[in-house]
């Protein structure tokens, strides 16, 4: 059986999400938790877990889910929290439907909870290879820094000053779309523009990327 090397989880935002409706029908509810934490206790876990970690954000539509589109087959899980189907070429015989997932290669979570639970199955099963990557998706949101105006991850919660996740990572890319004439380009900017927190290895990739999870899951591999 072929190993897994890489899991997408899609997305953040869909988990954080989940977790705020449950807790806001708490008794108690705090408005001003900040749901960046769980973020970063999830990404200690999968590190722990031995997982290097790149966050792909962007808005909706930017093809954050079909970057997984050229992952060699049966070697992805895809944890698809927003509960949707695949929209690329070949992605349902890969993937199955949101109705009727093909595990183990695709889940659909409520919790980061449950995807670290079903990594440490896979684990003492055998499933996945000694070398590993998480591919984590999530939206982005706009804030202010003076007078200027960035872009983030988006994290849900009313403080002021959330905990900047990007920080703790060494890879972020930020989707996008570029117009070429009547043709749509699916991009990843790879390093800091002067208004998100994209960040790259130095000298690993171009600026702008095809957005192709292979390509970058082989650079990192290679680096």
């Not at 992952?71 to 993937?95: H, Q």
Request: charged letters at 25%.
């Amino acid at each position: 059986m072929t190993k897994i090397s890489t899991i997408c989880i899609d997305t953040l935002t869909q988990i954080q999400e989940n977790q705020f409706m449950l807790d806001k029908k708490k008794p108690g509810h705090d408005k001003w938790k900040d749901y960046s934490q769980d973020i970063y206790r999830f990404i200690i876990d999968l590190q722990e877990l031995g997982f290097e970690i790149a966050l792909i954000v962007g808005p909706p539509g930017v093809g954050k889910s079909t970057g997984m589109r050229n992952l060699p087959s049966k070697t992805n899980i895809w944890y698809n929290a927003d509960n949707k189907n695949p929209v690329w070429e070949g992605g349902r015989a890969e993937y199955g439907k949101k109705t009727n997932p093909l595990e183990p290669y695709h889940i659909v979570p409520k919790s980061y909870k449950e995807i670290i639970e079903h990594i440490k199955a896979g684990l003492e099963r055998g499933m996945f290879e000694e070398d590993r990557y998480a591919i984590l998706t999530g939206h982005t949101e706009t804030y202010k820094e003076g007078v200027e105006t960035r872009i983030r991850l988006k994290t849900l919660g009313n403080l002021a000053n959330k905990m900047q996740i990007e920080g703790k990572l060494e890879t972020v890319f930020y989707a996008n779309v570029e117009k070429d004439g009547d043709d749509l380009n699916y991009i990843l900017e790879t390093q800091n523009n002067g208004y998100n927190t994209a960040r790259s290895p130095m000298g690993l990739f171009e600026g702008k990327i095809a957005n192709d999870y292979n390509v970058v899951i082989e650079a990192l591999k290679n680096y």
